[in-house]
Protein backbone atom coordinates (compact mmCIF):
# COMPACT_ATOMS: atom_id res chain seq x y z
CA UNK A 1 0.00 0.00 0.00
CA UNK A 2 1.35 3.49 -0.67
CA UNK A 3 1.77 5.72 1.85
CA UNK A 4 0.04 9.16 1.76
CA UNK A 5 2.49 12.12 0.69
CA UNK A 6 2.02 13.95 3.61
CA UNK A 7 3.92 11.40 5.67
CA UNK A 8 7.05 11.60 4.01
CA UNK A 9 7.41 15.39 4.71
CA UNK A 10 5.91 14.88 9.03
CA UNK A 11 7.61 13.71 11.89
CA UNK A 12 5.04 11.26 12.63
CA UNK A 13 6.75 9.24 15.52
CA UNK A 14 7.68 12.39 17.47
CA UNK A 15 4.93 14.83 17.84
CA UNK A 16 1.64 13.26 17.29
CA UNK A 17 -0.88 13.65 18.19
CA UNK A 18 -0.97 17.44 17.34
CA UNK A 19 -2.23 20.29 19.77
CA UNK A 20 -5.30 22.00 17.49
CA UNK A 21 -8.52 21.46 17.89
CA UNK A 22 -11.02 19.39 16.54
CA UNK A 23 -12.71 21.78 13.30
CA UNK A 24 -9.32 23.98 13.42
CA UNK A 25 -8.23 24.58 9.66
CA UNK A 26 -4.14 24.71 10.27
CA UNK A 27 -4.29 21.09 9.45
CA UNK A 28 -5.52 22.07 6.16
CA UNK A 29 -3.24 24.68 5.52
CA UNK A 30 -0.04 22.57 6.44
CA UNK A 31 -1.20 19.90 4.55
CA UNK A 32 -1.65 22.50 1.61
CA UNK A 33 2.33 23.35 2.34
CA UNK A 34 3.18 20.08 2.26
CA UNK A 35 1.84 19.26 -1.47
CA UNK A 36 3.05 23.37 -3.06
CA UNK A 37 6.87 21.94 -1.79
CA UNK A 38 6.29 19.03 -3.07
CA UNK A 39 4.97 19.94 -6.08
CA UNK A 40 7.97 22.41 -6.34
CA UNK A 41 10.59 19.58 -5.87
CA UNK A 42 12.19 21.14 -3.15
CA UNK A 43 14.39 19.13 -1.04
CA UNK A 44 13.30 19.16 2.38
CA UNK A 45 16.72 19.23 4.21
CA UNK A 46 17.20 22.66 2.43
CA UNK A 47 13.79 24.00 3.48
CA UNK A 48 13.85 26.27 6.51
CA UNK A 49 10.67 26.88 8.61
CA UNK A 50 10.12 29.37 11.05
CA UNK A 51 7.08 29.77 13.53
CA UNK A 52 6.71 31.95 16.41
CA UNK A 53 4.05 31.64 19.29
CA UNK A 54 -0.12 30.58 18.94
CA UNK A 55 -2.03 27.83 17.36
CA UNK A 56 -0.20 28.35 14.07
CA UNK A 57 3.00 28.57 14.84
CA UNK A 58 2.92 24.67 16.44
CA UNK A 59 3.03 23.72 13.14
CA UNK A 60 6.89 23.47 13.25
CA UNK A 61 6.67 21.00 15.51
CA UNK A 62 5.48 18.49 13.14
CA UNK A 63 6.78 18.45 9.71
CA UNK A 64 10.49 17.11 8.99
CA UNK A 65 11.90 19.96 7.74
CA UNK A 66 14.59 22.34 9.50
CA UNK A 67 12.66 24.15 12.57
CA UNK A 68 13.26 26.91 14.54
CA UNK A 69 10.33 27.57 16.96
CA UNK A 70 10.63 31.01 18.33
CA UNK A 71 9.55 33.79 20.17
CA UNK A 72 5.94 35.33 20.15
CA UNK A 73 6.08 37.88 17.22
CA UNK A 74 9.81 37.13 16.25
CA UNK A 75 9.83 34.29 13.84
CA UNK A 76 10.38 37.32 10.84
CA UNK A 77 13.15 38.82 12.93
CA UNK A 78 14.71 35.28 12.72
CA UNK A 79 13.74 34.19 9.42
CA UNK A 80 15.96 37.51 8.32
CA UNK A 81 18.89 36.80 9.93
CA UNK A 82 18.75 32.89 9.04
CA UNK A 83 18.10 34.70 5.44
CA UNK A 84 20.93 36.89 5.31
CA UNK A 85 23.28 33.98 6.80
CA UNK A 86 22.12 31.53 3.97
CA UNK A 87 20.45 33.36 1.08
CA UNK A 88 20.62 30.19 -1.13
CA UNK A 89 18.40 28.11 1.54
CA UNK A 90 14.28 28.72 0.80
CA UNK A 91 12.97 30.18 4.25
CA UNK A 92 9.10 30.11 5.07
CA UNK A 93 7.68 31.63 8.12
CA UNK A 94 4.73 29.90 9.80
CA UNK A 95 2.80 32.72 12.04
CA UNK A 96 -0.43 33.72 13.32
CA UNK A 97 -3.10 37.49 12.67
CA UNK A 98 -1.74 38.20 16.43
CA UNK A 99 1.52 36.90 16.05
CA UNK A 100 2.45 38.70 13.01
CA UNK A 101 0.68 41.55 13.40
CA UNK A 102 0.41 42.76 16.87
CA UNK A 103 3.64 41.92 19.42
CA UNK A 104 5.51 41.16 15.63
CA UNK A 105 4.21 43.83 13.81
CA UNK A 106 7.15 45.89 13.13
CA UNK A 107 9.28 42.99 12.03
CA UNK A 108 6.23 42.04 9.33
CA UNK A 109 6.05 45.86 7.93
CA UNK A 110 9.90 46.03 7.73
CA UNK A 111 10.55 42.95 6.10
CA UNK A 112 8.14 43.99 3.58
CA UNK A 113 9.34 47.13 2.66
CA UNK A 114 13.08 45.68 2.37
CA UNK A 115 11.55 42.74 0.02
CA UNK A 116 13.81 40.34 1.80
CA UNK A 117 12.77 36.84 0.07
CA UNK A 118 10.48 35.31 2.44
CA UNK A 119 7.51 33.16 2.17
CA UNK A 120 5.26 34.23 4.91
CA UNK A 121 2.26 32.09 5.67
CA UNK A 122 -0.20 33.84 7.81
CA UNK A 123 -3.38 32.04 9.13
CA UNK A 124 -6.13 34.40 10.84
CA UNK A 125 -8.79 32.86 12.60
CA UNK A 126 -9.72 36.75 13.59
CA UNK A 127 -8.84 35.83 17.47
CA UNK A 128 -6.15 34.40 19.43
CA UNK A 129 -6.59 30.63 20.18
CA UNK A 130 -4.23 29.59 22.33
CA UNK A 131 -4.63 31.87 25.72
CA UNK A 132 -8.35 31.67 25.96
CA UNK A 133 -9.90 33.50 22.51
CA UNK A 134 -9.05 37.27 23.33
CA UNK A 135 -9.45 40.07 20.42
CA UNK A 136 -6.41 40.09 17.91
CA UNK A 137 -5.24 42.97 15.74
CA UNK A 138 -7.67 41.35 13.04
CA UNK A 139 -11.18 40.89 14.90
CA UNK A 140 -13.57 42.46 13.27
CA UNK A 141 -15.43 45.84 14.35
CA UNK A 142 -17.99 44.48 17.06
CA UNK A 143 -16.44 41.21 17.10
CA UNK A 144 -17.05 39.51 20.62
CA UNK A 145 -13.81 37.58 22.56
CA UNK A 146 -12.77 37.08 26.07
CA UNK A 147 -11.69 40.58 25.99
CA UNK A 148 -14.53 41.89 24.55
CA UNK A 149 -17.31 40.00 25.94
CA UNK A 150 -19.82 42.86 24.28
CA UNK A 151 -18.01 43.64 21.41
CA UNK A 152 -14.94 45.02 19.92
CA UNK A 153 -14.36 48.62 19.68
CA UNK A 154 -11.27 48.76 17.55
CA UNK A 155 -11.06 48.48 13.90
CA UNK A 156 -9.42 45.28 12.60
CA UNK A 157 -6.17 45.43 10.25
CA UNK A 158 -6.38 44.35 6.39
CA UNK A 159 -3.41 42.00 6.37
CA UNK A 160 -2.61 42.22 2.69
CA UNK A 161 -3.39 46.04 2.71
CA UNK A 162 -0.75 46.71 5.57
CA UNK A 163 1.85 44.39 3.44
CA UNK A 164 1.11 45.88 0.24
CA UNK A 165 1.18 49.77 1.50
CA UNK A 166 4.61 48.27 3.39
CA UNK A 167 6.22 47.05 0.02
CA UNK A 168 5.66 43.30 -0.64
CA UNK A 169 6.10 41.78 -3.86
CA UNK A 170 3.68 39.06 -4.01
CA UNK A 171 0.32 39.23 -1.33
CA UNK A 172 -2.36 36.64 -1.62
CA UNK A 173 -5.04 35.18 -0.03
CA UNK A 174 -7.36 32.30 0.30
CA UNK A 175 -9.40 30.16 3.43
CA UNK A 176 -8.88 26.72 4.61
CA UNK A 177 -12.11 25.84 2.33
CA UNK A 178 -10.90 26.88 -0.88
CA UNK A 179 -7.69 23.60 -0.86
CA UNK A 180 -6.92 23.67 -4.41
CA UNK A 181 -6.50 27.40 -4.58
CA UNK A 182 -4.56 27.21 -1.73
CA UNK A 183 -1.91 24.83 -3.15
CA UNK A 184 -1.68 26.90 -5.96
CA UNK A 185 -1.16 30.24 -4.39
CA UNK A 186 1.49 28.85 -1.45
CA UNK A 187 3.51 27.40 -5.11
CA UNK A 188 3.35 31.09 -6.53
CA UNK A 189 4.80 32.53 -3.13
CA UNK A 190 7.39 30.20 -2.83
CA UNK A 191 8.71 30.60 -6.54
CA UNK A 192 8.35 34.68 -5.71
CA UNK A 193 11.68 36.03 -5.51
CA UNK A 194 11.13 38.37 -2.31
CA UNK A 195 8.72 38.90 0.16
CA UNK A 196 5.65 36.80 -0.43
CA UNK A 197 2.73 36.70 2.14
CA UNK A 198 -0.43 34.44 1.56
CA UNK A 199 -2.80 35.08 4.36
CA UNK A 200 -5.31 32.12 5.08
CA UNK A 201 -8.55 32.54 7.24
CA UNK A 202 -8.62 29.55 9.04
CA UNK A 203 -11.66 28.75 11.31
CA UNK A 204 -11.48 28.75 15.14
CA UNK A 205 -14.78 27.31 15.95
CA UNK A 206 -13.50 26.47 19.80
CA UNK A 207 -13.45 29.99 20.76
CA UNK A 208 -13.94 32.45 17.49
CA UNK A 209 -16.92 30.68 16.36
CA UNK A 210 -18.42 29.99 19.59
CA UNK A 211 -17.94 33.88 21.00
CA UNK A 212 -19.61 35.34 17.59
CA UNK A 213 -22.22 32.34 17.42
CA UNK A 214 -20.60 31.29 13.96
CA UNK A 215 -21.34 27.76 14.72
CA UNK A 216 -19.36 24.78 14.31
CA UNK A 217 -16.32 23.98 11.96
CA UNK A 218 -18.28 22.77 8.26
CA UNK A 219 -20.97 26.22 9.52
CA UNK A 220 -17.80 28.36 8.69
CA UNK A 221 -16.07 26.73 5.88
CA UNK A 222 -19.64 27.71 4.42
CA UNK A 223 -19.43 30.94 5.44
CA UNK A 224 -15.94 31.21 3.66
CA UNK A 225 -17.41 29.22 0.64
CA UNK A 226 -20.41 31.62 0.35
CA UNK A 227 -18.59 35.27 1.10
CA UNK A 228 -15.32 34.58 -1.10
CA UNK A 229 -15.49 36.46 -4.00
CA UNK A 230 -12.11 35.31 -6.14
CA UNK A 231 -10.38 38.51 -7.79
CA UNK A 232 -11.23 37.52 -11.24
CA UNK A 233 -15.13 37.87 -10.35
CA UNK A 234 -14.67 40.95 -8.79
CA UNK A 235 -16.02 43.15 -11.65
CA UNK A 236 -19.95 41.27 -11.27
CA UNK A 237 -19.74 42.43 -7.91
CA UNK A 238 -20.94 46.63 -7.25
CA UNK A 239 -18.51 48.27 -4.64
CA UNK A 240 -21.57 48.21 -1.91
CA UNK A 241 -21.95 43.97 -2.44
CA UNK A 242 -18.47 43.88 -1.80
CA UNK A 243 -18.14 45.03 1.30
CA UNK A 244 -19.94 42.93 2.76
CA UNK A 245 -17.76 40.22 1.27
CA UNK A 246 -13.72 39.39 1.09
CA UNK A 247 -11.59 38.91 -2.20
CA UNK A 248 -9.24 35.71 -2.68
CA UNK A 249 -6.44 34.96 -5.14
CA UNK A 250 -3.23 36.84 -6.13
CA UNK A 251 -4.20 40.61 -4.88
CA UNK A 252 -0.86 41.89 -5.72
CA UNK A 253 2.32 40.83 -7.81
CA UNK A 254 4.75 43.01 -8.42
CA UNK A 255 8.50 41.48 -9.12
CA UNK A 256 11.63 44.26 -7.96
CA UNK A 257 14.86 43.77 -6.04
CA UNK A 258 14.92 41.80 -3.26
CA UNK A 259 17.15 42.53 -0.39
CA UNK A 260 19.66 39.84 0.01
CA UNK A 261 20.90 39.84 -3.79
CA UNK A 262 21.09 43.75 -3.39
CA UNK A 263 22.95 43.57 -0.10
CA UNK A 264 25.53 41.44 -1.51
CA UNK A 265 26.03 43.58 -4.42
CA UNK A 266 26.86 45.81 -1.75
CA UNK A 267 29.24 44.11 -0.18
CA UNK A 268 30.94 42.76 -3.42
CA UNK A 269 31.18 47.04 -4.35
CA UNK A 270 32.51 47.53 -0.42
CA UNK A 271 35.22 44.45 -1.55
CA UNK A 272 35.91 45.77 -4.60
CA UNK A 273 36.75 49.30 -3.15
CA UNK A 274 38.96 47.66 -0.28
CA UNK A 275 40.90 45.25 -2.97
CA UNK A 276 41.90 48.49 -5.28
CA UNK A 277 42.45 50.24 -2.28
CA UNK A 278 45.10 47.34 -0.76
CA UNK A 279 46.51 47.04 -4.42
CA UNK A 280 47.37 50.86 -4.51
CA UNK A 281 48.91 50.93 -0.93
CA UNK A 282 51.12 48.06 -2.50
CA UNK A 283 51.77 50.06 -5.59
CA UNK A 284 53.13 53.09 -3.51
CA UNK A 285 54.73 50.93 -0.76
CA UNK A 286 56.46 49.08 -4.35
CA UNK A 287 57.63 52.49 -5.26
CA UNK A 288 58.95 53.81 -1.85
CA UNK A 289 61.15 50.47 -1.63
CA UNK A 290 62.43 50.87 -5.26
CA UNK A 291 62.77 54.44 -4.55
CA UNK A 292 64.92 53.65 -1.33
CA UNK A 293 66.79 51.11 -3.33
CA UNK A 294 67.98 53.44 -6.14
CA UNK A 295 68.93 56.14 -3.49
CA UNK A 296 71.25 53.53 -1.61
CA UNK A 297 72.75 52.36 -5.01
CA UNK A 298 73.56 55.70 -5.54
CA UNK A 299 74.87 56.50 -2.56
CA UNK A 300 77.30 53.97 -2.82
CA UNK A 301 78.21 54.70 -5.96
CA UNK A 302 79.01 58.17 -4.97
Not at 66 to 82: D, E, Q, S, V, Y
Not at 172 to 195: C, M, W
Amino acid sequence: MTQPLVLNYLRAKKQFPHVWCPGCGHGVVMGSLIRSIDKLELNKDNVVMVSGIGCSSRMTAYVDFNTLHTLHGRPIAFATGLKLAKPELPVIVITGDGDATAIGGNHFIHAARRNIDLTVILMNNNIYGMTGGQISPTTPYGGRGSTAKIGNPEHPFDICKLAIAAGASFVARSTAYHVPALDRLIQQALENKGFSLVEIFSQCPTYEGKWNKRGDAAAMLKYYKETAVPVASKSRYSEEELKEKFLIGVLHNEPKPEFTSEYEKIIEKYQSQLEMKNMSREKVEDESETKKQNDKTTATED
